[in-house]
Protein backbone atom coordinates (compact mmCIF):
# COMPACT_ATOMS: atom_id res chain seq x y z
CA UNK A 1 0.00 0.00 0.00
CA UNK A 2 2.99 2.34 0.80
CA UNK A 3 4.71 1.08 -2.36
CA UNK A 4 5.40 4.11 -4.54
CA UNK A 5 4.39 1.95 -7.73
CA UNK A 6 1.10 1.80 -6.39
CA UNK A 7 0.24 5.09 -5.44
CA UNK A 8 -2.12 6.98 -7.75
CA UNK A 9 -0.17 9.01 -10.83
CA UNK A 10 -2.11 11.63 -11.34
CA UNK A 11 -1.49 11.33 -15.33
CA UNK A 12 -3.77 7.68 -15.01
CA UNK A 13 -6.69 7.63 -16.87
CA UNK A 14 -9.94 6.66 -15.00
CA UNK A 15 -9.80 2.79 -16.27
CA UNK A 16 -5.63 2.61 -14.96
CA UNK A 17 -6.51 3.74 -11.93
CA UNK A 18 -9.20 2.13 -10.92
CA UNK A 19 -7.55 -1.37 -11.44
CA UNK A 20 -4.17 -0.32 -10.42
CA UNK A 21 -4.70 2.43 -7.22
CA UNK A 22 -4.28 0.69 -4.08
CA UNK A 23 -2.63 -2.90 -5.07
CA UNK A 24 1.48 -3.29 -3.68
CA UNK A 25 4.35 -4.46 -6.51
CA UNK A 26 5.83 -7.31 -5.74
CA UNK A 27 7.24 -10.74 -4.84
CA UNK A 28 4.17 -12.51 -3.30
CA UNK A 29 1.91 -9.72 -2.88
CA UNK A 30 -1.70 -10.10 -3.87
CA UNK A 31 -2.73 -8.75 -6.58
CA UNK A 32 -6.18 -7.57 -5.35
CA UNK A 33 -7.30 -5.84 -2.00
CA UNK A 34 -6.27 -8.77 1.13
CA UNK A 35 -9.49 -8.27 3.13
CA UNK A 36 -7.81 -7.37 6.70
CA UNK A 37 -10.92 -9.19 8.91
CA UNK A 38 -9.97 -7.48 12.37
CA UNK A 39 -11.30 -5.19 15.04
CA UNK A 40 -8.12 -4.01 16.29
CA UNK A 41 -4.31 -3.57 15.43
CA UNK A 42 -1.44 -3.89 17.45
CA UNK A 43 1.68 -1.14 19.31
CA UNK A 44 4.92 -2.37 20.43
CA UNK A 45 5.43 0.01 22.46
CA UNK A 46 3.40 2.42 24.74
CA UNK A 47 4.49 5.74 22.99
CA UNK A 48 3.30 4.42 19.70
CA UNK A 49 -0.19 3.44 20.97
CA UNK A 50 -0.09 7.29 22.81
CA UNK A 51 0.47 8.57 19.50
CA UNK A 52 -1.57 6.71 17.39
CA UNK A 53 -4.69 8.15 19.86
CA UNK A 54 -3.66 11.32 19.85
CA UNK A 55 -3.24 11.53 15.87
CA UNK A 56 -5.56 8.91 14.58
CA UNK A 57 -2.95 8.57 11.63
CA UNK A 58 -2.69 5.05 11.45
CA UNK A 59 -4.24 1.95 12.76
CA UNK A 60 -5.38 1.53 16.08
CA UNK A 61 -8.93 0.12 16.51
CA UNK A 62 -11.28 -0.42 13.23
CA UNK A 63 -14.14 1.50 13.77
CA UNK A 64 -11.78 4.23 12.83
CA UNK A 65 -9.41 2.79 10.29
CA UNK A 66 -8.82 -0.75 8.53
CA UNK A 67 -6.31 -1.44 6.07
CA UNK A 68 -8.79 -2.68 3.20
CA UNK A 69 -11.07 0.50 4.04
CA UNK A 70 -8.13 2.66 3.47
CA UNK A 71 -7.04 0.97 0.37
CA UNK A 72 -10.65 1.33 -1.17
CA UNK A 73 -10.63 5.04 0.05
CA UNK A 74 -7.45 5.92 -1.69
CA UNK A 75 -8.58 4.44 -5.00
CA UNK A 76 -11.85 6.45 -4.89
CA UNK A 77 -9.85 9.81 -3.87
CA UNK A 78 -8.23 8.49 -6.94
CA UNK A 79 -11.05 8.25 -9.41
CA UNK A 80 -12.59 11.10 -7.72
CA UNK A 81 -9.35 13.68 -8.37
CA UNK A 82 -9.93 14.81 -4.42
CA UNK A 83 -7.57 14.84 -1.02
CA UNK A 84 -8.54 12.16 0.95
CA UNK A 85 -11.86 9.98 1.32
CA UNK A 86 -13.54 8.55 4.52
CA UNK A 87 -15.53 5.25 3.63
CA UNK A 88 -18.79 4.28 5.53
CA UNK A 89 -21.69 2.18 5.90
CA UNK A 90 -23.82 3.47 3.11
CA UNK A 91 -24.55 6.45 0.96
CA UNK A 92 -26.91 7.71 3.91
CA UNK A 93 -23.70 7.86 6.39
CA UNK A 94 -22.09 9.72 3.84
CA UNK A 95 -24.40 12.15 3.45
CA UNK A 96 -24.81 12.64 6.93
CA UNK A 97 -20.96 12.90 7.34
CA UNK A 98 -21.02 15.48 4.97
CA UNK A 99 -23.51 17.47 6.28
CA UNK A 100 -22.42 17.24 9.49
CA UNK A 101 -19.30 18.20 8.97
CA UNK A 102 -19.46 21.45 7.96
CA UNK A 103 -22.51 22.45 9.68
CA UNK A 104 -23.62 22.15 13.37
CA UNK A 105 -26.72 23.95 15.44
CA UNK A 106 -27.88 27.14 13.96
CA UNK A 107 -26.53 26.70 10.85
CA UNK A 108 -28.37 26.55 7.24
CA UNK A 109 -28.24 24.27 3.96
CA UNK A 110 -29.44 25.02 0.68
CA UNK A 111 -30.09 22.02 -1.66
CA UNK A 112 -31.45 21.15 -5.19
CA UNK A 113 -34.60 19.79 -4.56
CA UNK A 114 -34.32 17.42 -7.40
CA UNK A 115 -32.84 14.84 -4.88
CA UNK A 116 -33.06 10.95 -4.15
CA UNK A 117 -35.78 10.73 -1.07
CA UNK A 118 -33.63 9.43 1.46
CA UNK A 119 -31.62 12.88 1.03
CA UNK A 120 -34.73 14.98 0.61
CA UNK A 121 -35.67 13.13 4.37
CA UNK A 122 -32.36 13.54 6.01
CA UNK A 123 -32.41 17.39 5.41
CA UNK A 124 -35.86 17.65 5.96
CA UNK A 125 -36.50 15.76 8.89
CA UNK A 126 -32.99 14.66 10.41
CA UNK A 127 -30.84 17.87 10.25
CA UNK A 128 -33.55 20.12 12.46
CA UNK A 129 -33.34 17.54 15.27
CA UNK A 130 -29.80 19.04 15.42
CA UNK A 131 -30.59 22.79 14.75
CA UNK A 132 -29.59 23.08 11.17
CA UNK A 133 -32.05 23.83 8.63
CA UNK A 134 -32.73 23.46 4.99
CA UNK A 135 -34.47 24.75 2.15
CA UNK A 136 -34.94 22.70 -0.47
CA UNK A 137 -35.38 24.89 -3.93
CA UNK A 138 -36.90 24.18 -7.00
CA UNK A 139 -34.34 25.21 -10.11
CA UNK A 140 -30.66 26.28 -10.68
CA UNK A 141 -28.04 28.55 -9.74
CA UNK A 142 -29.82 31.59 -10.07
CA UNK A 143 -32.58 30.28 -7.58
CA UNK A 144 -29.97 28.35 -4.87
CA UNK A 145 -28.27 31.74 -4.80
CA UNK A 146 -31.40 33.62 -3.93
CA UNK A 147 -32.08 31.25 -1.21
CA UNK A 148 -28.66 31.64 0.89
CA UNK A 149 -28.54 33.47 3.91
CA UNK A 150 -25.48 34.64 6.36
CA UNK A 151 -25.46 31.23 7.96
CA UNK A 152 -25.57 29.03 4.76
CA UNK A 153 -22.90 26.47 5.27
CA UNK A 154 -23.37 24.35 2.17
CA UNK A 155 -24.90 23.89 -1.00
CA UNK A 156 -26.54 20.46 -2.13
CA UNK A 157 -27.25 18.71 -5.27
CA UNK A 158 -26.60 15.88 -7.19
CA UNK A 159 -24.66 15.18 -10.24
CA UNK A 160 -27.27 13.74 -12.53
CA UNK A 161 -30.62 13.47 -10.02
CA UNK A 162 -32.14 10.48 -9.24
CA UNK A 163 -34.81 10.52 -10.66
CA UNK A 164 -35.36 13.71 -12.74
CA UNK A 165 -31.81 13.73 -14.85
CA UNK A 166 -31.66 17.19 -14.24
CA UNK A 167 -27.58 18.00 -13.96
CA UNK A 168 -25.65 20.31 -11.79
CA UNK A 169 -24.11 23.14 -13.50
CA UNK A 170 -21.22 23.02 -11.39
CA UNK A 171 -19.17 26.36 -12.02
CA UNK A 172 -22.78 28.29 -11.49
CA UNK A 173 -23.42 26.20 -8.17
CA UNK A 174 -19.60 26.63 -6.86
CA UNK A 175 -19.98 30.52 -7.94
CA UNK A 176 -22.80 30.83 -5.84
CA UNK A 177 -21.54 28.71 -2.67
CA UNK A 178 -18.23 30.46 -2.62
CA UNK A 179 -19.21 33.97 -3.09
CA UNK A 180 -21.22 33.45 0.57
CA UNK A 181 -18.18 31.59 2.31
CA UNK A 182 -20.25 28.27 1.60
CA UNK A 183 -18.77 24.79 0.17
CA UNK A 184 -20.44 23.06 -2.44
CA UNK A 185 -21.62 19.39 -1.91
CA UNK A 186 -22.32 16.94 -4.98
CA UNK A 187 -23.95 13.88 -4.60
CA UNK A 188 -21.91 12.12 -7.19
CA UNK A 189 -23.98 8.53 -6.92
CA UNK A 190 -25.23 8.69 -10.92
CA UNK A 191 -21.84 10.21 -11.35
CA UNK A 192 -20.68 6.76 -11.14
CA UNK A 193 -17.89 7.28 -8.79
CA UNK A 194 -16.43 9.62 -11.08
CA UNK A 195 -16.15 7.73 -14.43
CA UNK A 196 -19.14 10.29 -16.16
CA UNK A 197 -17.77 13.40 -14.36
CA UNK A 198 -15.35 14.55 -11.51
CA UNK A 199 -17.11 17.59 -9.56
CA UNK A 200 -13.96 18.36 -8.08
CA UNK A 201 -12.51 19.60 -10.95
CA UNK A 202 -15.73 21.60 -11.70
CA UNK A 203 -15.60 23.58 -8.40
CA UNK A 204 -17.30 21.17 -5.99
CA UNK A 205 -15.27 20.95 -2.74
CA UNK A 206 -16.66 17.54 -1.37
CA UNK A 207 -18.46 14.60 -3.21
CA UNK A 208 -20.50 12.27 -1.31
CA UNK A 209 -21.97 9.25 -2.81
CA UNK A 210 -23.43 5.49 -2.18
CA UNK A 211 -21.03 2.97 -3.76
CA UNK A 212 -24.17 0.97 -3.35
CA UNK A 213 -25.06 1.19 -7.01
CA UNK A 214 -22.08 1.88 -9.81
CA UNK A 215 -19.01 1.10 -7.70
CA UNK A 216 -20.50 -2.17 -5.83
CA UNK A 217 -22.23 -2.71 -9.22
CA UNK A 218 -23.29 -6.27 -8.73
CA UNK A 219 -26.24 -5.48 -6.15
CA UNK A 220 -24.45 -7.61 -3.35
CA UNK A 221 -22.80 -4.49 -1.09
CA UNK A 222 -23.57 -1.31 0.57
CA UNK A 223 -21.55 1.35 1.23
CA UNK A 224 -20.88 5.31 0.74
CA UNK A 225 -17.89 7.73 0.47
CA UNK A 226 -16.98 11.43 1.03
CA UNK A 227 -14.17 13.06 -0.53
CA UNK A 228 -13.05 16.27 -0.03
CA UNK A 229 -11.18 18.04 -2.86
CA UNK A 230 -8.05 19.87 -2.74
CA UNK A 231 -8.81 23.29 -2.70
CA UNK A 232 -11.30 24.76 -0.29
CA UNK A 233 -12.04 27.59 1.57
CA UNK A 234 -12.94 27.54 5.30
CA UNK A 235 -12.20 31.14 6.46
CA UNK A 236 -15.68 31.73 6.95
CA UNK A 237 -16.72 28.62 8.40
CA UNK A 238 -17.14 29.40 12.62
CA UNK A 239 -16.41 25.10 13.08
CA UNK A 240 -13.28 25.74 11.45
CA UNK A 241 -12.22 29.26 11.91
CA UNK A 242 -13.15 30.00 15.30
CA UNK A 243 -11.97 29.14 19.03
CA UNK A 244 -8.47 29.20 19.84
CA UNK A 245 -6.18 27.58 18.04
CA UNK A 246 -9.11 26.90 15.63
CA UNK A 247 -9.34 23.78 13.77
CA UNK A 248 -7.87 25.18 10.57
CA UNK A 249 -4.82 25.82 12.51
CA UNK A 250 -4.37 22.62 14.24
CA UNK A 251 -5.25 20.71 11.49
CA UNK A 252 -4.24 22.86 8.68
CA UNK A 253 -5.79 21.44 5.02
CA UNK A 254 -6.24 18.68 6.69
CA UNK A 255 -9.00 19.80 9.06
CA UNK A 256 -12.32 18.67 6.78
CA UNK A 257 -11.12 15.11 6.33
CA UNK A 258 -10.14 15.13 9.81
CA UNK A 259 -13.46 16.01 11.02
CA UNK A 260 -15.57 14.30 8.40
CA UNK A 261 -13.49 10.66 9.78
CA UNK A 262 -13.98 11.36 13.09
CA UNK A 263 -17.72 12.13 13.05
CA UNK A 264 -18.07 9.43 10.34
CA UNK A 265 -16.18 6.86 11.49
CA UNK A 266 -14.86 7.35 15.04
CA UNK A 267 -17.97 9.33 16.80
CA UNK A 268 -20.96 7.91 14.45
CA UNK A 269 -19.31 4.53 14.28
CA UNK A 270 -20.86 3.98 10.42
CA UNK A 271 -17.89 2.39 9.79
CA UNK A 272 -17.43 0.50 6.38
CA UNK A 273 -16.92 -3.36 7.10
CA UNK A 274 -13.60 -4.70 4.86
CA UNK A 275 -15.64 -7.35 3.45
CA UNK A 276 -17.85 -4.69 1.63
CA UNK A 277 -14.74 -2.83 1.28
CA UNK A 278 -12.95 -5.34 -0.90
CA UNK A 279 -16.69 -6.43 -3.17
CA UNK A 280 -16.80 -2.52 -3.41
CA UNK A 281 -13.37 -1.99 -4.76
CA UNK A 282 -13.57 -5.22 -7.11
CA UNK A 283 -16.54 -3.70 -8.65
CA UNK A 284 -15.06 -0.26 -8.87
CA UNK A 285 -12.14 -2.40 -11.36
CA UNK A 286 -15.27 -2.99 -14.21
CA UNK A 287 -16.89 0.38 -13.60
CA UNK A 288 -16.36 2.09 -16.61
CA UNK A 289 -16.94 -0.68 -19.02
CA UNK A 290 -20.22 -1.63 -17.34
CA UNK A 291 -21.25 2.18 -16.72
CA UNK A 292 -19.91 2.84 -20.29
CA UNK A 293 -22.23 0.36 -21.78
CA UNK A 294 -25.13 1.08 -19.67
CA UNK A 295 -25.07 4.64 -20.54
CA UNK A 296 -25.23 3.75 -23.99
CA UNK A 297 -27.86 1.21 -23.65
CA UNK A 298 -30.21 3.96 -21.67
CA UNK A 299 -29.95 6.31 -24.80
CA UNK A 300 -30.93 4.34 -27.07
CA UNK A 301 -33.76 2.57 -25.11
CA UNK A 302 -34.53 6.38 -24.34
CA UNK A 303 -34.82 7.15 -27.65
CA UNK A 304 -36.81 3.85 -28.58
CA UNK A 305 -39.34 4.58 -25.73
CA UNK A 306 -39.76 8.48 -27.04
CA UNK A 307 -41.39 7.55 -30.25
CA UNK A 308 -43.29 4.69 -28.82
CA UNK A 309 -47.22 5.50 -28.88
CA UNK A 310 -47.92 3.62 -25.48
CA UNK A 311 -45.21 5.50 -23.67
CA UNK A 312 -44.89 9.46 -22.30
CA UNK A 313 -43.05 11.47 -20.35
CA UNK A 314 -39.23 10.34 -21.24
CA UNK A 315 -36.78 11.62 -19.10
CA UNK A 316 -33.27 11.29 -19.92
CA UNK A 317 -30.64 13.86 -19.89
CA UNK A 318 -28.99 12.79 -22.96
CA UNK A 319 -32.20 13.39 -25.38
CA UNK A 320 -31.87 16.94 -27.03
CA UNK A 321 -35.42 17.71 -25.32
CA UNK A 322 -34.08 17.56 -21.50
CA UNK A 323 -33.95 20.93 -19.59
CA UNK A 324 -30.06 19.62 -19.16
CA UNK A 325 -29.13 18.57 -22.20
CA UNK A 326 -26.90 21.36 -22.51
CA UNK A 327 -25.13 20.58 -19.16
CA UNK A 328 -24.37 17.21 -20.09
CA UNK A 329 -22.36 18.36 -23.44
CA UNK A 330 -20.53 20.53 -20.63
CA UNK A 331 -19.94 17.94 -17.69
CA UNK A 332 -20.51 14.29 -19.04
CA UNK A 333 -19.33 14.03 -22.16
CA UNK A 334 -19.12 9.85 -21.52
CA UNK A 335 -22.85 9.86 -21.83
CA UNK A 336 -25.70 10.73 -19.12
CA UNK A 337 -25.76 7.67 -17.57
CA UNK A 338 -27.84 4.26 -16.94
CA UNK A 339 -30.98 6.41 -15.39
CA UNK A 340 -34.11 7.29 -17.12
CA UNK A 341 -37.60 7.24 -16.55
CA UNK A 342 -41.04 7.27 -18.61
CA UNK A 343 -44.28 7.02 -17.91
CA UNK A 344 -46.60 4.12 -18.99
CA UNK A 345 -50.75 4.27 -18.42
CA UNK A 346 -51.11 1.13 -15.99
CA UNK A 347 -47.91 0.70 -13.84
CA UNK A 348 -48.74 -2.14 -11.79
CA UNK A 349 -50.12 -4.10 -14.99
CA UNK A 350 -46.41 -2.92 -17.06
CA UNK A 351 -44.20 -4.17 -14.01
CA UNK A 352 -46.25 -7.62 -13.22
CA UNK A 353 -45.65 -8.70 -17.37
CA UNK A 354 -41.80 -7.90 -17.01
CA UNK A 355 -39.25 -11.27 -17.68
CA UNK A 356 -35.80 -9.83 -17.96
CA UNK A 357 -36.21 -6.72 -16.26
CA UNK A 358 -36.87 -7.10 -12.48
CA UNK A 359 -38.53 -5.03 -9.73
CA UNK A 360 -36.24 -3.71 -7.20
CA UNK A 361 -35.56 -0.45 -5.23
CA UNK A 362 -31.53 -0.09 -6.31
CA UNK A 363 -29.36 1.88 -9.22
CA UNK A 364 -26.03 0.63 -10.92
CA UNK A 365 -26.73 -3.14 -11.23
CA UNK A 366 -25.48 -5.43 -13.69
CA UNK A 367 -29.01 -6.34 -14.07
CA UNK A 368 -31.61 -3.55 -15.53
CA UNK A 369 -34.15 -3.01 -12.32
CA UNK A 370 -37.10 -1.10 -12.30
CA UNK A 371 -39.72 0.89 -9.52
CA UNK A 372 -42.56 2.74 -9.25
CA UNK A 373 -40.98 5.51 -7.59
CA UNK A 374 -44.48 7.45 -6.64
CA UNK A 375 -45.01 4.49 -4.45
CA UNK A 376 -41.81 3.17 -2.92
CA UNK A 377 -38.87 5.20 -3.34
CA UNK A 378 -40.62 8.75 -2.88
CA UNK A 379 -44.06 7.48 -1.31
CA UNK A 380 -42.95 9.41 1.65
CA UNK A 381 -42.34 12.60 0.22
CA UNK A 382 -44.84 15.00 0.20
CA UNK A 383 -46.81 15.12 -3.07
CA UNK A 384 -45.61 18.65 -4.09
CA UNK A 385 -41.76 17.83 -3.58
CA UNK A 386 -42.75 14.03 -5.76
CA UNK A 387 -44.00 15.86 -8.28
CA UNK A 388 -40.81 18.27 -8.17
CA UNK A 389 -38.39 15.64 -8.47
CA UNK A 390 -40.39 14.08 -11.38
CA UNK A 391 -42.30 11.52 -9.87
CA UNK A 392 -45.40 10.75 -11.37
CA UNK A 393 -48.13 8.09 -10.81
CA UNK A 394 -47.55 6.74 -13.71
CA UNK A 395 -43.60 7.18 -13.69
CA UNK A 396 -41.61 4.03 -14.35
CA UNK A 397 -37.83 3.96 -12.74
CA UNK A 398 -35.06 2.17 -14.93
CA UNK A 399 -31.56 1.64 -13.98
CA UNK A 400 -30.37 0.06 -17.37
CA UNK A 401 -27.63 -2.87 -16.62
CA UNK A 402 -25.16 -4.78 -19.11
CA UNK A 403 -27.84 -7.10 -20.70
CA UNK A 404 -28.03 -7.27 -24.56
CA UNK A 405 -29.97 -3.88 -25.07
CA UNK A 406 -32.15 -6.27 -27.80
CA UNK A 407 -33.99 -8.28 -25.03
CA UNK A 408 -34.06 -4.96 -22.93
CA UNK A 409 -36.48 -3.48 -25.64
CA UNK A 410 -37.92 -6.85 -26.13
CA UNK A 411 -39.18 -7.31 -22.35
CA UNK A 412 -40.23 -3.54 -22.55
CA UNK A 413 -42.41 -4.05 -25.72
CA UNK A 414 -44.15 -7.56 -24.46
CA UNK A 415 -44.86 -5.69 -21.14
CA UNK A 416 -46.33 -2.69 -22.64
C1 LIG B 1 -29.04 5.34 -3.11
C2 LIG B 1 -28.67 6.76 -3.03
C3 LIG B 1 -28.23 7.32 -1.82
C4 LIG B 1 -28.19 6.54 -0.53
O1 LIG B 1 -27.29 5.50 -0.60
P1 LIG B 1 -27.45 4.13 0.24
O2 LIG B 1 -26.20 3.41 -0.08
O3 LIG B 1 -28.70 3.47 -0.21
O4 LIG B 1 -27.53 4.54 1.68
C5 LIG B 1 -27.85 8.65 -1.82
N1 LIG B 1 -27.92 9.39 -2.93
C6 LIG B 1 -28.35 8.90 -4.10
C7 LIG B 1 -28.39 9.77 -5.30
C8 LIG B 1 -28.73 7.57 -4.20
O5 LIG B 1 -29.18 7.08 -5.36
Known amino acids: M ?45 EQA ?41 GQAASLTALLSVCRAGDHVVSSASLFGGSTGMLTNILPLMGITATLVEGGPEEIGAAMQDNTRLVWAEMISNPSGAVADLAALAGVAHERGALLAIDNTCGGAGYLCRPLDHGADIVSQSLTKWAG ?35 GPDALAWRQRWFGAHQLGMTLAPHSAFLIAQGLETLALRLQRESDSALALARWL ?36 FDVDDPSRFLSRLRVLRIAPNLGDVRT ?8 THGRVPEAARLAAGVRPGTIRMSVGVEDVADLQADIEQAL
Open 217 to 251: GHGSVMGGSVTVGKRHDLSRNPIFAGGEPSLLAQR
Open 306 to 341: EQHPRVGGVSYAGLPGHPSFPLVQKYLPRGAGAVLT
Open 369 to 376: LVVHPWTT
Open 2 to 46: NDPLSTPDAAWSYDTAAVQTGISRGLGETIGFPIHAAAAFQFETL
Open 50 to 90: QDEFQHNQGLSYARIQNPTVRALEERITALEGGAATVALAS
